[in-house]
């Protein structure tokens, strides 16, 4: 627990190079998670850490499925999805496990089951550019309409949205994720595409069906969020 405990400290202090350290000298601390179960790997992604998310990785004896599915790592997230007998610490507290290892038999409790901080998946491949991972999931049946088991409340498209994430965006809307869905306070995907200044994104959105003119619980509608943030031409195709 005291090692634990050392290895947040640094990543939360940002001494990279102290808990560079401590992963050469006790290499089991790439195993180890916070007080709610969230992995320090994850962590890392969380800060932005990608170089520091792929060296746990490199130590780590497995990567669970939100592991995987984050930093793209395609045959290890479909093992994650095949096997059988289930790590409980990669499923929550879902019981179910597959009956067998062929992409028939993936169980939809595991596929869509929450992370401790109490998203799919498919949320991390698409909030964390891992547009293979993403198609992964979906041909293999995850929920794109799964709605995070947290405050944020988000679905996939949300996250694909906010993150950019415009491969992963279209094979969901192919897919039929719900374009005009809101998330915690209001906001649709189009919101954060107008936020981000992404056209391309916006374009995308409006072709499926995406609302310009739906407001979040603020008021704002997607061309106010643009202008607000200096994206003029975007606010000005999403008044018209």
Not at 19 to 41: F, I, K, W, Y
Not at 42 to 65: C, N, P, T
Not at 131 to 138: E, G, M
Not at 149 to 172: D, F, G, K, Y
């Amino acid at each position: 627990m005291a090692t634990a405990q050392r290895s947040f400290e640094l990543l939360h202090a940002g001494d990279i190079d102290g808990l560079h350290q401590l992963l050469e000298q006790n290499p089991s601390a790439c195993e180890d998670r916070d007080s709610t179960g969230v992995s320090l790997l994850m962590h890392s992604l969380y800060r932005g850490r990608r170089d520091l998310a792929e060296l746990i990785a490199g130590k780590k004896q497995s990567l669970d499925q939100f592991e995987a599915a984050s930093l793209g790592r395609l045959d290890r997230l479909e093992e994650c999805l095949h096997q059988e007998g289930r790590d409980p610490a990669t499923t929550e507290s879902r019981s179910d496990t597959p009956s067998s290892g062929n992409a028939h038999s993936i169980d939809a409790h595991s596929i869509d089951a929450h992370s401790n901080d109490g998203f799919t998946a498919l949320h991390f491949a698409c909030y964390f550019g891992q547009p293979a991972s993403a198609r992964l999931l979906i041909e293999s049946g995850a929920a794109v309409d799964a709605v995070a088991a947290n405050p944020t409340q988000v679905m996939p498209l949300h996250s694909a949205a906010s993150a950019r994430n415009l491969e992963a965006v279209r094979l969901l809307l192919e897919y039929q994720a719900p374009v005009n869905a809101r998330q915690q306070a209001g906001w649709t995907p189009i919101h954060a595409a107008a936020q981000n200044g992404d056209r391309p994104m916006v374009d995308l959105l409006l072709q499926h069906g995406a609302d310009p003119k739906l407001a979040n619980t603020d008021g704002k509608t997607p061309a106010a969020v643009a202008r607000e943030k200096g994206h003029d031409a975007i606010a000005a195709l999403l008044e018209k």
